[in-house]
């Protein structure tokens, strides 16, 4: 007979009786910090036409625009006449109010007015820098309110370096508390930020692998089949779908303007705006806002909604009088009702209405789109009744030394 061959296995066995014992491991010990800090933002609010604002009556107010802190909204309030009726119209009241949704918000507050007299002896009311006995302040929900309803004496202010040409400075900083848990970091790598756009972009500046053309205005202009339809379901219809154009060779554009589609084109690959005036080759502002108008019609024509809102945001910042009729035009015919909205708040103000009716941008709108000027006429009427004066009962309610309100807006 012969012997057999036994192999034994290089694992060990995993049974609980061949194993060795181990020793016992020692506790693992972690460690964290919980961190409380403020988010600090300051905003700078100009109350011009004093002598206008007074007589308005007590408990009515004019507000800043609101600015946000720590992820909330917050607006000063002016009360020219003072916000109790006690005070018989005494004294001038100044609060900051929560104009966002929060609750139990913990803020820490200042509120400066300026001496315009370059002496700056500001009257200057704070919570930083000082231990308070309850910590921040807590605002309960929306319209709560911290300030003074005897900010000022009214007599002693009208006659003090605070009022200068019969407007008064107010600096407003708030300090939202936050708090973090932090762990210690075992290791970091810096990783770089994406950059397909970059690499897309030089696809198309290289003009490596295009498939299809495009004449735009006597312009041809190459790209990427799958890239447009990556980018466009418009594109993608065009250039895929069951009703694709038969020739591909050379599709053509109408009514667009070579450069308008070659800006489409630098979007569609570097996903960003091209630099609207070095685009044009005019450094004039004009130029840049045409271009954003031609725009914004192409991206709503190719359904690219990011494309279409960047130039919503751009139009905005450059609303004017020589180009906001033509503006709110497109923002009708495209939907755009943020920029619509922005358009007609801006023509309405009694300082710009005359100048834009006189416009050749107007008489487009008008016959364009007609049904807008009863649009407008209802923000003229608005602001004429609302610019200034707000009644008592927007905001009210008081703590009883009337340093802290909670009204609900």
Known sequence: MGGGRVCS?????????????????????????????????????KISGYSLLKGIGVGKYTTSDTFTVGGYDWAVYFYPDGKSAEDAAAYVSLFIALASEGTDVRALFELTLLDQSGRERHKVHSHFGRRLESGPYALKYRGSMWGYKRFYKRTALETSDYLKDDYLLVNCTVGVVRSHTEAPKIY?????????????????????????????????????KLVLAARSPVFRAQLFGPMKDRNMHCLKIEDMEALVFKALLHFIYWDSLPDMEDFVGLNVKCASTLMAQHMLAAADRYALDRLKLL???????????????????????????????????????????????????????????????????????????????????????????GRRVKPRL
């Open 9 to 45: 296995s290089a694992w060990p066995s995993l049974s609980a009786s061949s194993s060795p014992s181990l020793p016992a491991a020692s506790p693992s010990e972690t460690a964290s910090t919980s961190v409380t800090d403020t988010v600090n933002g300051s905003h700078h609010f």
């Open 188 to 224: 970091t790598i810096a990783v770089p930020p994406s950059n397909i756009a970059q690499h897309f972009g030089q696809l198309l500046q290289s003009g490596e692998g295009t498939d299809v053309s495009f004449e735009v205005d006597g312009e041809i202009y190459n790209a990427h």
């Open 311 to 401: 130039c919503e945001a751009k139009l905005c910042e450059d609303v004017a009088i020589n180009t906001v009729a033509t503006t709110l035009a497109l923002a009708e015919q495209h939907h755009c009702f943020q920029l619509k909205s922005v358009c007609l708040k801006f023509v309405a103000l009694p300082e710009n209405l005359r100048a834009v009716m006189q416009t050749e941008g107007f008489e487009h709108l008008k016959l364009s789109c007609p049904s807008i000027l009863a649009e407008l006429l209802e923000y003229v009427v608005r602001i004429g009744e609302n610019s200034v004066v707000y009644t008592k009962d927007t905001l009210d309610g008081s703590d009883a030394n």
